[in-house]
């Protein structure tokens, strides 16, 4: 289509220019969200520093924006064998609550065995599936979590691991959206 | 999100053209464009730990480069928020300031710990906490080093600086180029003009086509290690190993744009360090090299990526199975690295 002056110009040629321009609006793709990672690592956690300052095996931060939590995973490296090691993150704001009646706000736990090597505990935040919030209970495997902006939100650690040599990584996946401010 | 297919005004063979027709879609387009620009800012949080680990704190023995965080960012980034938290102690006030370079709005220093902290905690149980809202604008490839600093005796059990950051889709080296469109409006006593038609067609069709370009606003994931041992060990690589959370293609976006490493040495006369990302079935996806020959210091050479983390689904996407990783590594058969970090800039 050539849209001069003098030219046979068609409805089909301005429908086409409109469905064109509508298109590429379409497939803007700055406004899918971002499943964006943070990580905090806690290097050379064992049992008896936990024990002796509880407060060094944790990490606060604010949170800068509106966003879900949607996945909360835990690796393990080189920790002691047979070890537990736990990873709970909590926050003020309108988070879900796994079971009715549960304290707020509830943290979300992570926890399992770990031992040598790289080890990553079971994940337990959405998978996907629909879940019903509300009556009586609410799979932890179907949950987002909301996270407001301007949140503290902690992640604290606890491991039975004795091994100073290895690393613990928490990371979070937190979904956003582009944002007008 | 995104924008329905909406097309308000339907051009037919047969029909009458109204000018008010063509100004029905312009109309439309200008507003739409208008309010799917304006969703422009990308928030993002980068934690900078100043500590060997929770049983090995930094004091002011601490070779002072370690004490250090180097950062280049692949657009112009801006620091709308600096956050402390800490668990220390300390004879004198512990400083966090830019070092060199000072970017536009810093302060020195930029963080205190407003002097001498005597207790791990106050008589309130609290940890030490300190907030900059200054704005500080971080320009595009420009390094900039963050170094915590004092004159007394200090030990930082856990020193963690948060960084808030932002950056804008339309404005990613210093120019706005966020798309404006104002189209001529026809009114019924316009002569025909195919000409001022087609001028609509075009600015309309690059504005949208802006939209849909795959423009970057990256946010920054940072993993370091102490102890890089050199020459490798057989417990180094599980705990110089770090997790990339695959996402769900369908739902989200999720790319590497940019990879940097950056070691401090022991001693001069080591080799290279190496960062290398690995998808799930353990390829190496990229790498990134610091060459150390000599230095004390080094950072790779800046060079833009492109390694999608993505999976088909949701479930796939909450599977361990399915992490890409990247790993640190030091060639070196003599030389350790004091520390080694990796900086890796994440966009849709």
Known sequence: ?181 | MKVPLIQPQQFFTGGMLDPNDLNAHYRYMQGVVDDVSSRRWQHSLLSLPFTEGVGTPYTNATDVEVRSYRLTCPVNTIVDGVFLSANMTSAGEVTVSFQGTQPDGSTIPWLTTGGAVLALVDANGNDTTDVNPDRVLLLKDVEYTIRVSSSGIFTLGRFDVQLILVTDRWNVAGTDIRPVVTPTIFSSLSAPNATLVAANNTALTTAAGLLAANLLAPAPLLFVKHGLIGGGSPTDPDICTFPLLAVDSARSQLRVVRMTVTAVMATTGGSTVTATLRNAATTTVATAVANVAGLLVATSPVANINVPLAVASAAASSSSSNDFNVQLSNASGTVNALKAYVTLWLSR
């Open chain 1, 1 to 181: 289509m050539t849209l001069a002056n003098g030219s046979l110009i068609l409805a089909s040629d301005l429908a086409g220019m409109a469905t064109a321009q509508l298109a590429l609006l379409a497939a803007d793709n700055g406004q899918l969200p971002l499943g964006l990672q943070h990580a905090f690592q806690f290097p050379g956690i064992t049992a008896a520093l936990l024990a002796s300052n509880p407060e060094r095996c944790k990490a606060v931060f604010v949170m800068p924006w509106d966003g879900y939590v949607e996945t909360m995973a835990v690796q393990g490296g080189d920790l002691t064998a047979a070890s537990t090691t736990t990873a709970t993150l909590t926050c003020p704001g309108p988070l879900t609550k796994t079971v009715v009646n549960a304290p707020d706000p509830f943290p979300v736990t992570q926890s399992g065995t770990t031992g040598a090597g790289i080890v990553k505990l079971a994940r337990i935040i959405y998978d996907g599936t629909k879940g019903r919030v509300g009556a009586t209970y609410m799979p932890t495997n179907r949950a987002f979590r909301a996270v407001t902006r301007g949140a503290t939100v902690t992640v604290n650690v606890t491991t039975t691991s004795v091994a100073a040599a290895s690393m613990l990584t928490v990371s979070l996946l937190v979904r956003q959206f582009l944002g007008r401010t």
